[in-house]
Each structure stands twice: as structure tokens, then as C-alpha cells.
Nanobody
Framework: QVQLVESGGGSVQAGGSLRLSCTAS????????MYWFRQAPGKEREGVAGISFYGTARYLDSVQGRFTISRDNAKNTLYLQMNSLKVEDSAMYYCAADRQFSLEMPPKQIDYWGQGTQVTVSS
């Protein structure tokens, strides 16, 4: 079965950095666009960044210039480098895979999800 396993979350002070990773198995990695979504308590899940197999990336406006999404296709691994973190970036971060490329895609339409990794940014 398909598995997306995230790692790298944690607690950091505002202005700090974290790097999230997501390793995929059970799917043909080249067929999927890969995403990072996040969900804060009481808020809807939102697309943070997405990337095509060939490296074309898209970002949520509020993270543009601070976050970088990348993927290692040889290792079926997705990354999110998060710099200059803000308190409002605190959320559960989810890795996702889908055959369509849209950050605005409703979460319920996403093909596969990871279990999530918590990111907490303190002031």
C-alpha cells in the first residue's frame, strides 16, 4: 500500500529554520505531484508548496521566499526547507501526493496523505 512518512518537525524560535522530509513508498513516484499542506488548530488545511517531478514549484504567498520545496526522485523523498519561521507557521504539516498540480485543490480530493509532523514556532 501507499505510505508517505514525514519527519523533521519540532519546536523552534521565531526566525529559526527546520527541514521536513517525506519518504514515499508503494506508488510510482514519477506519476505524482508532491505537496506540503498544513493545518493549524481551528483552521482549514491549506496547501503550502507543491512540486512537479521535474522540479517546477509553487508556493503559498505567505511562505514565498522563506520556504523551499524540493524532491529527490532517486530516493522517493520530498523536502521542505523552512527558514525565517514565524509564529503563524505553527501547524501540523502533511506530505501529500496527487496526480494533479494545484495548491488550491480541496484536501478531500488529494490521493494520498502522510500522518503529519508537528511544527511549533515560539516567539
Amino acid at each position: 500500500q501507499v505510505q508517505l512518512v514525514e519527519s523533521g518537525g519540532g519546536s523552534v524560535q521565531a526566525g529559526g529554520s527546520l527541514r521536513l522530509s517525506c519518504t514515499a513508498s508503494g506508488l510510482t513516484y514519477s506519476n505524482y505531484f508532491m505537496y506540503w499542506f498544513r493545518q493549524a488548530p481551528g483552521k482549514e488545511r491549506e496547501g503550502v508548496a507543491g512540486i512537479s517531478f521535474y522540479g517546477t514549484a509553487r508556493y503559498l504567498d505567505s511562505v514565498q521566499g522563506r520556504f523551499t520545496i524540493s524532491r529527490d526522485n532517486a530516493k522517493n523523498t520530498l523536502y521542505l526547507q523552512m527558514n525565517s519561521l514565524k509564529v503563524e507557521d505553527s501547524a501540523m504539516y502533511y506530505c501529500a501526493a496527487d496526480r494533479q498540480f494545484s495548491l488550491e485543490m480541496p484536501p478531500k480530493q488529494i490521493d494520498y496523505w502522510g500522518q503529519g509532523t508537528q511544527v511549533t514556532v515560539s516567539s
